[in-house]
């Protein structure tokens, strides 16, 4: 609350996104690829081989250009990101970790000096000085990934930190080491997928096979390492947090079964391909194995960021960059005295502070549909609830007063049609609408908190009750305010409910 | 709820302080290589500048300029969060999307070098290729000035914030920055010049190229930078009062010995004069943000929670990368037992 927020229409989760995924893939290459490198070229020197010689050459030149320019730079982005998307959150991290970081900027002066000497080195050195740098560049580059890792891991597993405030504490978090672990597998498998697909565009002759193959056996042993680790990392995560994900976020925690399936393909596309029939490794299987290989690390990624939420340092601050610890007091004395930047519309300024780090109106996790149609007295209910929805929400941190303040800032911009014209329905049609804008956010029909089950053959009058004393069931549920003839679709359409849930 | 506070400095403010300003220097000068040099080359006059042989090895030394420049720009961009990160934030987000879109300038920037540097035809292509990389440069100079002096003035920057919180704000203060960019920025030349004359020693013409950027940017560089002394209004009189003004006046002196000594071709104690210039430089710098946000923020009152082990990692780690680039310099530069 000491900053200002960036209002912008792009969704943060896109932006940060956009340039952190980008950063990862190319950054667990750099490490990944420059061991490949240094090993790949000790044998081809042992063994005399000028065609793995110059194929090294070459995949170095674009390794500089690529991990020196691009992985350096995303690096810096995210960097810039997040001081600008959460300030209060990277304000967290370089208190508690400067020294972590400072120790993984040394780590990357020399990992950038060794692949620039490396690289401009083929000619001008003699081989064994130019693996001593190789093998420098590499030891730094993974030495940055072990330090990296213990801030990242923090932010979802800060374990004892949350109790003693102790540097080590936070740094070899509960998923520390298993993370440390599964990145090196997953570095050492993408440098395998990487040499793959450089050499799936040569021309098939013994070189290539043999070639093909030492890459495949480098992404099986990537594999190899992947596996048992990510497991590893999930059983080192809290069980609070993993339930909780599980409840909210079923979607998230579905990927995480998607990634052994994921898995398992490359590992047999690679066998296949590129340990029994080297000769069939094209470019469409290399492109193939590429994709699910780093659609497996996405997913990873984005299900790692995802359980954490709502907290962006779990049990310690929101992804709003509210404290927990802050909460009660905001919640008494509200949010709007703590704001340090505001632009005089009191309703615009705790929408984003309370709810833009997530939300936009029309973009990103839009806000508008779910509110078009409905009303003030619904709007500021549902923000006063919102810790009880499902997606895993932080609990509101403003007063009453400036939930409706929040809820008339919403008000004006959404579509104030009734939802039968607005959405053109009808009947149970509407129904279901109704239900799903103003139960569904924490009843879902088959899934989160369902309660459908206790509505099933109830006649119009107990129906009617019901939604009557909604407000009075519990207090983060919101009084049914909407017009008659929404109240008699979404009852129609509780009508159809079947025992058990189903729709 | 009893929960640790963030809310520290986990060394003496001291210390800090010194870590910044002494990699903000070695920043600054391997800033001054990669941009200076690179004006100095584009807009000096020489002679089928292409085909020269000093001109194409200050080119093929612009990446590794520029890997030196981000490397060293990291370190002191953390220390400086670390203290001042309200007013750093505060001043990124008004500016957001011109902060953010450094990134990918920079990015273009890298590559436009890089094409230049392994280009087989320069005198077709390295004109229009460091232009680019050039205007890129500009680019960033002027919105990290116009950012850090915005950062400085926490008043201007709720103001500014008020009227546009969508990230696109450019400082409207431009007396605060305007002068301190140009100096910036003619500093740089000033320093590319004693660059360019340095790499080009053996070649006459690209030595009196670099000589005279030399200086004449020091000429212009004084000029504005006593300019920007006086846009500090009452804050001058402050600095006056501080040890900076006469560490102000040492990197003067220093500066002018540096031109003494580039005249005689004594180039290393050339180099040494403006490094240790630059830092007497920043020095400075370092106490006007003091007066300028005296009214708001005093960094000494900040709690101190020291966490010595890890800075012991980090001392150790810092030592052994010194020890390990110069090693590895070492034997890229053994060429007698090279192959």
Redo the contacts between chains.
């Keep these: 609350m000491?900053?200002?927020?960036?209002?912008?229409d792009i969704g943060y989760g896109w932006l940060m996104g956009g340039?952190a995924i980008v950063h990862v893939f190319i950054s667990h290459f750099a490490i990944g690829g420059g061991l490949y490198l240094v090993l790949a070229e000790s044998s081809a020197r042992k063994l005399n081989d000028s065609f793995r010689l110059e194929f090294l050459q070459k995949l170095s030149k674009f390794f500089v250009?690529v991990s020196?320019?691009?992985g350096?730079?995303?690096g810096?982005?995210i960097?810039?990101?997040i001081?600008?998307i959460n300030?209060a959150a990277?304000?967290?991290l370089?208190?508690?970790f400067?020294?972590?970081?400072?120790?993984e900027?040394?780590?990357?002066?020399?990992e950038?000096?060794?692949a620039?000497?490396y690289f401009?080195?083929w000619k001008?050195?003699?081989?064994r000085?130019h693996l001593?740098?190789g093998w420098?560049y590499f030891i730094?580059a993974w030495l940055s990934l072990v330090v990296i890792n213990g801030i990242i891991t923090y932010m979802l597993t800060p374990g004892e930190?949350?109790?003693?405030?102790d540097?080590?504490d936070g740094?070899l978090n509960p998923t520390y080491w298993p993370s440390v672990w599964f990145r090196t597998g997953i570095c050492i498998m993408l440098a395998g997928l990487y040499a793959l697909l450089v050499a799936s565009f040569f021309k098939t002759d013994h070189s290539k096979t043999s070639l093909v193959r030492y890459n495949a056996v480098w992404a099986l042993v990537g594999l190899a390492i992947m596996f048992p680790t990510f497991r590893w990392y999930f059983s080192n995560i809290p069980g609070t947090i993993r339930e909780t994900a599980a409840e909210a976020m079923p979607v998230v925690t579905a990927r995480i079964s998607e990634g052994w399936w994921l898995g398992g393909a490359i590992a047999i596309m690679i066998i296949l391909f590129g340990l029994a029939l080297p000769r069939f490794f094209g470019r469409p299987v290399a492109v193939v194995v590429m994709i699910l290989g780093l659609l497996w690390f996405g997913e990873f990624e984005w299900m790692r960021e995802a359980i954490r939420k709502p907290y962006v340092v779990h049990g310690?601050m929101y992804g709003s960059g509210i404290?927990?610890?802050e909460l009660e007091s905001l919640r008494s004395d509200g949010l709007l005295p703590r704001l340090?930047?505001?632009?005089?519309d009191n309703g615009a300024d705790l929408f984003?502070r309370a709810c833009r780090s997530c939300h936009t109106m029309t973009g990103y996790n839009a806000l508008k549909p779910r509110f078009d149609g409905t009303d003030q007295e619904f709007i500021a209910a549902m923000i006063r609830g919102v810790g009880v929805m499902r997606g895993n929400m932080p609990l509101y941190p403003g007063t009453e007063t400036e939930s409706q303040l929040i809820a008339v800032h919403i008000y004006n911009q959404v579509d104030k049609r009734p939802l039968g014209e607005i959405y053109g329905l009808t009947g149970a049609e509407l129904g279901r609408k109704v239900y799903d804008i103003r139960c569904g956010s924490c009843h879902e029909v088959g899934g989160f908190n369902d309660k459908s089950s206790s509505m099933v053959g109830l006649g119009d009058d107990e129906y009617n009750d019901l939604l009557d004393m909604a407000n009075d069931i519990s207090e983060e549920m919101p009084a049914f305010t909407a017009p008659d003839e929404e109240r008699a679709a979404l009852i129609e359409y509780l009508k159809t409910l079947s025992q058990g849930g189903s729709r | 709820m009893n929960v640790p506070s963030h809310n520290f400095l986990s060394a003496p403010l001291w210390l800090i302080n010194v870590l910044h300003i002494v990699t903000l220097s070695l920043h600054l000068i391997a800033m001054n290589f990669l941009f200076g040099g690179l004006a100095v080359i584009l807009l000096g006059r020489i002679k089928q500048r292409w085909q020269n042989p000093a001109v194409l090895r200050y080119v093929k030394l612009l990446p590794t300029a520029m890997a030196a420049t981000i490397t060293l720009g990291v370190a002191p961009l953390l220390f400086l969060q670390l203290v001042y990160h309200r007013q750093a934030y505060s001043a990124g987000i008004v500016s957001g999307w011109f902060w953010l879109f450094i990134i990918p300038v920079v990015i273009l920037a890298y590559y436009f070098l890089y094409g230049a540097a392994f280009t087989k035809t320069p005198e077709k292509h390295n004109g229009r290729y460091l232009l680019v990389s050039l205007l890129c440069f500009v680019y960033v100079s002027l919105v990290y000035s116009t950012v850090f002096a915005l950062a400085e003035n926490p008043e201007l920057c709720r103001t500014a914030y008020a009227a546009n919180p969508g990230g696109l704000t450019i400082n409207p203060d431009i007396g605060s920055w305007i002068f301190r960019w140009l100096h910036m920025i003619t500093g740089a030349i000033t320093v590319g010049g004693l660059f360019v004359g340095w790499v080009g020693k053996d070649d006459d013409a690209v030595y009196r190229t670099g000589k005279l950027f030399f200086t004449w940017g020091f000429a212009t560089a004084s000029v504005f930078g006593m300019i920007y002394l006086f846009t500090l209004g009452e804050h001058l009189l402050g600095l006056m009062r501080t040890p900076a003004i006469w560490a102000l006046t040492v990197g003067i002196v220093l500066s002018a010995g540096s031109l003494h000594f580039f005249y005689k071709r004594r180039f290393v104690w050339a180099g040494i004069m403006v490094m240790l210039s630059v830092l007497m430089m920043v020095y400075t710098r370092h106490h006007v943000r003091l007066l300028h946000l005296a009214d708001e923020f005093e960094p000494s009152t900040l709690p101190i929670r020291t966490q010595w082990s890890i800075f012991l990692v980090f001392l150790v780690c810092f030592v052994a990368a010194l020890g390990l680039v110069w090693y590895m310099l070492k034997l890229f530069f053994a060429r007698e037992q090279n192959q």
């Design positions: 000491n900053y200002p927020f960036w209002d912008i340039i250009l020196v320019v691009f350096a730079l995303t810096v982005g960097w810039f990101i001081g600008l300030p990277t304000e967290v370089i208190h508690n400067v020294w972590g970081w400072a120790t900027w040394t780590f990357f002066v020399v950038i000096s060794a620039i000497l401009y080195g001008t050195m003699s081989a000085n001593i740098i420098i730094a930190w949350l109790q003693t405030g540097f080590w740094f310690y404290e927990v610890a340090a930047y505001r632009t005089g984003r």
